[in-house]
């Protein structure tokens, strides 16, 4: 198996984060976004939507798309659940990752971080991210896992643009972050924008 990957990605690193898990053996290549990487026809070719994560099995078959790639990899594991109103409520929360925790944490963190915006700028944004991290908050606050007993791809999924919000999470979520981080085979390899991320100094689809 072999993952394109950015490393500064909330997306790739939630599949890093499986993989690592999982102990499985995959070959990583490294895209650098800023310098183009994403805008050459090979790249195309491997992801028309020109994004990262991007996993290619064995048998050349590909999977886009970060929470696709981690349902993937976690059938037929733990990480997974096998009834169907379990794996209904893993969908569930892959969802609203993508939706309210990636565009309302993990946007307004790339636009500030990078200077592609200011926090005046972002806050409409960043009112999705804090409703999320509530909602979130919520769910986490009789359970130690967003779906059933035990870590699932979900946790996993969330914990990418969670851990590294650019506001405070509230303690039910920040005492989540915890048990997420002391699983076994845990590593924290997301790693800050470099500085081709900023505005003009690179260039990608953004
Ligand atoms: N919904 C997609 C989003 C992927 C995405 O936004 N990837 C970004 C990095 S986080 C990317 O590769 N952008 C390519 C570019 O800017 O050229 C997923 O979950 O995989």
């Known amino acids: 198996m072999r993952l394109y990957d950015y490393a500064a990605s909330g997306n790739c690193f939630k599949v890093r984060l499986l993989l ?71 969908a569930q929360w892959l969802s609203f990752e993508q939706e309210r925790v990636m565009g309302g944490l993990g946007g307004p963190r790339f636009r500030l971080l990078t200077g592609r915006a200011t926090a005046e700028e972002v806050e409409p944004r960043l009112a999705t991210g804090r409703e999320a991290l509530a909602i979130l908050g919520d769910q986490l606050m009789a359970r130690d896992w967003v779906v059933g007993a035990a870590p699932s791809i979900a946790d996993l999924s969330l914990f990418a643009y969670v851990s590294v919000a650019p ?25 800050p924008y470099p500085d081709n991320a900023r505005p003009g100094a690179g260039s990608s689809i953004y």
Request: with cysteine.
């Open 167 to 191: 506001v405070e999470v509230p303690g039910a979520v920040a005492a989540w972050l915890d048990r997420v981080r002391a699983l076994p085979g845990f590593l924290d390899d997301f790693v």
């Open 20 to 90: 690592g898990m999982l102990d499985l053996d995959c070959e990583r290549v490294p895209i650098d976004i800023f310098a183009g990487d994403t805008l050459t026809c090979e790249f195309a070719m491997l992801n028309p939507v020109r994004e990262t994560p991007v996993l290619e099995l064995d048998s050349g078959e590909r999977i886009t798309q970060s929470n696709a790639i981690l349902w993937y990899l976690a059938e037929g594991t733990a990480w997974l659940p096998d009834t169907p109103l379990g794996r209904a409520q893993v």
